[in-house]
């Protein structure tokens, strides 16, 4: 069974320009979660869709916006890219709207703003 | 809101040896989740024990117990048996669950450096 599938794996993007980071969930999986992990602030929730609906967002600014689509797979763009912005972000699925499966994570994509 | 505390920044153990890693949590729920996750060099997060807050019972998988005290909103990982295969960062994470609304959210610790000796 194939896991969480991020892409791309890396990302160098240059300060105002926006990028789309994709994750597809194992397959079955309903509800994808988003999170930036960076050396300072650690892991931080970005937000978590399920069947196509955002039902939480994290403490980020509008740049940052997702959205899933009816096969679950989930997309998340940064727009105006900021030197800060440069984090792993992690993307984990699970199957139903419950913690049972707790939440299964992608290797994540490393994007570097210059 | 909720906080997680892990005051180890690293830890070390002998192959073979136990380790206990700890985490404190603050939160007015009564029910929730508690996670540990490890993350190697890959970066991958991976799952190693899920504690419910409503069973008193701690959890285990295998090598790995946790010691749950919900008074004490503590929930320490132990290791048994360390392989140098356990090397990784560990996160304790929080899983609210009040309202229905608040899956996929976690809430995560510094994380802990766990090295392990041959």
């Known amino acids: 069974k194939a896991g969480v599938t991020q892409t791309p794996r890396y990302l160098i993007k240059t300060r105002g320009q926006q990028v789309t980071l994709s994750c597809s969930p194992i397959?079955?999986?309903?509800?994808v979660s988003w999170y930036q992990q960076t050396p300072g602030q650690g892991l931080q929730f970005l937000f978590e869709?399920?069947?196509?609906?955002?039902?939480n967002k994290g403490n980020f600014p509008g740049r940052f916006s997702g959205r899933q689509f009816s096969n679950s797979r989930s997309e998340m763009n940064v727009s105006t890219l900021e030197l800060g912005d440069s984090a792993l972000y992690l993307c984990?699925?699970?199957?139903?709207?419950?913690?049972?499966?707790?939440?299964?994570f992608g290797s994540g994509t490393r994007l570097t703003v210059v | 809101a909720q906080t997680v505390t892990q005051s180890q920044p690293e830890m070390s153990v002998q192959e073979a040896e136990t380790v206990t890693l700890s985490c404190t949590y603050d939160?007015?729920?009564?029910?929730?989740?508690l996670f540990w996750y490890k993350q190697p060099p890959s970066r991958q997060m991976i799952l190693v024990i899920r504690?419910?807050?409503?069973?008193?019972q701690n959890a285990t998988e295998n090598r790995f117990s946790v010691n749950f005290q919900k008074a004490a909103k503590s929930f320490s990982l132990k290791i048994s048996d360390s392989q140098l295969g356990d090397a990784a960062m560990y996160f304790c994470?929080?899983?609210?669950?009040?309202?229905?609304?608040?899956?996929?959210?976690?809430?995560f610790g510094q994380g802990t450096i766990l090295t392990v000796h041959p």
């Open positions: 984990a699925s699970s199957p139903r709207a419950d913690y049972d499966y707790g939440y299964t």
């Open positions: 397959s079955g999986h309903r509800s």
């Open positions: 869709y399920f069947s196509e609906t955002q039902r």
């Open positions: 939160t007015s729920e009564s029910d929730y989740y």
């Open positions: 504690q419910e807050a409503y069973k008193q």
């Open positions: 994470a929080y899983g609210p669950t009040a309202g229905g609304t608040s899956y996929g959210k976690l809430t």
